[in-house]
C-alpha cells in the first residue's frame, strides 16, 4: 500500500519561511519524479514545484521561483520543500504527489498525499 504523508497544519507570517516534508513509504521511491501541488479555497489546484526521480532537475511555478526549493533524500524516501519569502497568496492545502511514467501512459502511475494547510498571515 503506497502512503505519503505531508507534514501537519502550518502557520507562519508574511515574509517568514515554513519547511514541508513528505514521507513515502510502499513505492520505490527512487524511480518516481517527486512534485508539491497546492489547492486555495475556490482555484484549481496547480503545480507548485517538481523533482526529478534522482534529483538532478526541478521545476517550478512562476509564482514561487527564487522563492521555494523543492529537494529529495531517496535514501530516507523523503521530498522537501522549502518556502521563504511567503505570501498570504501563497496559503492552501498543499499535496505531495509522487508519479512515475511509462512508456504508455495509461500505465502511468500516480499518487497523492492527504495535504496540509499552510496559512500564510499578512
Known amino acids: 500500500q503506497v502512503r505519503l504523508v505531508e507534514s501537519g497544519v502550518q502557520l507562519v507570517q508574511s515574509g517568514g519561511s515554513l519547511r514541508l516534508s513528505c514521507v513515502a513509504s510502499g513505492l520505490t521511491f527512487s524511480t518516481y519524479d517527486m512534485s508539491w501541488y497546492r489547492q486555495a479555497p475556490g482555484k484549481e489546484r496547480e503545480l507548485v514545484a517538481t523533482?526529478?526521480?534522482?534529483?538532478?532537475?526541478?521545476n517550478y511555478a512562476e509564482s514561487v521561483k527564487g522563492r521555494f526549493t523543492i529537494s529529495r533524500d531517496n535514501a530516507k524516501n523523503t521530498v522537501n520543500l522549502q518556502m521563504n519569502a511567503m505570501k498570504p497568496e501563497d496559503s492552501a492545502v498543499y499535496y505531495c504527489?509522487?508519479?512515475?511514467?511509462?512508456?504508455?501512459?495509461?500505465?502511468?502511475?500516480?499518487?497523492w498525499g492527504q495535504g496540509t494547510q499552510v496559512t500564510v498571515s499578512s
Open positions: 523533482i526529478t526521480s534522482g534529483g538532478t532537475s526541478t
Open positions: 504527489n509522487a508519479k512515475r511514467y511509462a512508456l504508455s501512459p495509461k500505465y502511468d502511475l500516480d499518487f
